[in-house]
């Protein structure tokens, strides 16, 4: 009956897992304005050259910095805990276990990227970034990340969470970051939007706008932008999230679990925790892998294959992935997190190769499973992980139907202390579900008709 498998530092993974090494089908190349594929000198006004040689690595291991471990090691190796109370009122026969990245100082999995780049950043010289953020956690995570190195940290908050969420600008403001509201005034992208929309709820692809704006557009030449998502090298940081998992199943003799399970909404702290076990179901294991996704921004479950920019302004290139278009801005739900129009590259191309089954789960049902977590387990969820857990208690049911006693293991992505609001509402009755409707999708998709087309590649063995 053992609840917490913990690991020692000793134990910590020191080497990334890369899974561009693995995929049975390659990612095709981001392009350009032009339609040919970048090269990795036109992304150098952009991110310092030792995150971009990440970026386009095909390394299967890529060894963890000492000074980046020893940061990390201040909350890490996080623990992965049975959900023995969860599982009673269940009534499962499945054995369920979740990682627990909300022990972090910033309260999600985010610092396991924003340590790195805020490090590798500082190598290369830079004095300054600037990045944007939904709910907070990310710009919180490398509010945090620049503080512990001395840098200087910028953040460009989308404006629901902004208004919804102010602990989280407080947060930043004492790790000694500036924060603003997305759109904002202070850039030539901001205030385009504003002048069109002047009540925008504002959407990650905005903000992303923004901050890259602000970072080549300093004279000085000191700042870079950092993403907190949906790029190679923030899947490749986070898998210590799945490397620290699979030897903590080890520990209580579980060679492999049967599913695993992450809400997405960039797609980084599922890759982080699935990329590990999707390489052995590369290799011959059979175990469904899940990412969860809201219906209100069902980027994986409706969105085409397609090349599209990652932000508004299309100032990034061209990213091979499924994407809702990158006009499209997300209804104002909760999960701030999960409002982003496209899906990781790594991740979009699993799912092409039929390696992942993705699930999109309604508002209210990932608030209900959240509050039922918290009333037996006892960690208030953020309400993006609410969509795993959701997904988890699916797989226990369903497990409990068939009389099997299945292994889950899902991410618990982040704490939701910064995030009561959300939950008052939704005890106040005031949330509803939203599915987007069908005319809602077709706009911003269709924008994507003029823009080059990614192949579909698939090796059919999934
Ligand atoms: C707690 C939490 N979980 C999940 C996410 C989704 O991001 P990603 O898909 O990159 O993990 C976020 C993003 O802000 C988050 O704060």
Same mark, same amino acid.
């Given at each position: ?83 023995? =109370?969860?599982?009673? =009122? ?30 590798? /950043? ?50 930043? =403001? ?18 385009? *939007?504003?002048?069109? $929309? ?34 190679? $090298? ?19 003799? *579980? ?57 508004? =302004? ?19 739900? $909760? ?51 609410? $969509? ?22 899902? /991410? ?30 077709? /706009? ?19």
């Amino acid at each position: 009956m053992q609840t917490k498998i913990v690991l020692t530092e000793d134990e910590m993974p020191r080497q990334w897992y890369n899974i561009a090494a693995d995929l049975p089908s390659p990612l095709q190349p981001p392009l350009g304005p032009d339609g040919n594929p970048i090269t990795p000198e036109m992304l150098a006004p952009v991110f310092p050259m030792n995150i971009i040689e990440q970026e386009v690595s095909t390394e299967r291991w890529i060894d963890i910095p000492e000074e980046v471990l020893a940061i990390l090691s201040k909350w890490r190796p996080s623990p992965l805990h049975r959900a023995h =109370a969860l599982e009673k =009122a269940l009534g499962t026969p499945a054995k369920i276990f979740y990682k627990n990245e909300s022990v972090s100082p910033a309260g999600s999995h985010k610092p396991n990227t924003a340590v790195p780049q805020a490090w590798y /950043n500082k190598q290369f010289g830079i004095k300054r970034i600037t990045t944007e953020t939904g709910a907070g956690q990310w710009g919180s995570a490398l509010a945090f990340a620049c503080a512990l190195l001395g840098l200087e940290c910028k953040v460009f908050m989308v404006r629901i969470s902004f208004d919804q969420k102010p602990f989280r600008k407080l947060m930043m =403001a004492t790790w000694g970051a500036t924060c603003v509201a997305s759109p904002s005034s202070e850039t030539n992208a901001g205030r385009q *939007i504003l002048a069109q $929309h002047p009540d925008t709820p504002g959407s990650l692809g905005i903000a992303i706008s923004e901050a890259i704006e602000a970072a080549v557009t300093d004279p000085t030449g000191s700042t870079r932008y950092s993403l907190g998502s949906v790029l190679n $090298h923030v899947m490749l940081h986070q898998t210590i999230i799945g490397l620290e998992a699979k030897k903590q199943l080890a520990k209580v003799g *579980i060679k492999q679990p049967d599913v695993v399970i992450g809400c997405a909404g960039g797609g980084s702290n599922f890759a982080g925790l699935a990329f590990p076990f999707v390489n052995d179901k590369i290799h011959g294991a059979e175990i469904e892998v899940i990412p969860v996704e809201p219906t209100s921004c069902p980027t994986m479950t409706r969105g085409p294959f397609v090349y599209d920019h990652g932000d508004t =302004a299309k100032m990034t290139p061209l990213l091979p992935m499924h994407s809702l278009g990158h006009d499209f801005i997300p209804p104002p739900i $909760h999960a701030g997190g999960l409002r982003y129009h496209g899906m990781a590259p790594l991740v979009s191309q699993a799912i092409i190769e039929g390696l992942l089954t993705p699930r999109a789960i309604d508002q209210l049902e990932c608030y209900e499973s959240g509050a039922l977590f918290a009333r037996t387990e006892g960690i208030i969820p953020a309400p993006e992980t609410n $969509h795993a857990i959701a997904a988890a208690i699916q797989e226990a049911k369903k497990a409990k139907e068939e009389g099997k006693e299945k292994v889950i293991l899902f /991410n618990f992505s982040g704490h939701g202390l910064m995030d009561l609001v959300g939950y008052d509402n939704y005890f106040q009755g005031k949330l509803t579900n939203y599915a987007l409707p069908e005319s809602e999708m077709g /706009n911003a998709i269709r924008e994507l008709d003029a823009l080059p087309k990614p192949k579909v590649v698939r090796t059919g063995k999934w």
